[in-house]
């Protein structure tokens, strides 16, 4: 067993898309940390976080799109040209 409490194992669907995610990113930003990138990217889009911000009435469907579209055109935006 892992001794950090971060370390997710990188094993089943979030494996996969972790690793999908972070090939995307070396060839899109190589300037980035792309196991980092992925985990920022994917982390709001855990089951957890979005079923709490749903049933919490902080956000809806719409609004949680808006957030995570605003996250990815600012990274597209900082992209080296």
Do not use: N, Q, W
Not at 21 to 47: F, G, H, I, T
Request: proline residues 5%; hydrophobic residues 45%; contains cysteine.
């Amino acid at each position: 067993m892992c001794a950090d409490p971060f370390h997710r194992g990188f094993a089943g669907a979030y494996g996969v898309h972790h690793a999908h995610v972070s090939s995307l990113l070396r060839s899109a930003r190589p300037d980035l940390d792309d196991r980092v990138m992925a985990d920022a990217l994917l982390d709001p889009l855990s089951s957890t976080l979005v079923t709490h911000e749903l049933e919490a009435g902080h956000h809806g469907f719409d609004s949680l799109e808006a957030v995570l579209a605003a996250l990815v055109d600012g990274l597209e935006a900082c992209a080296p040209r």
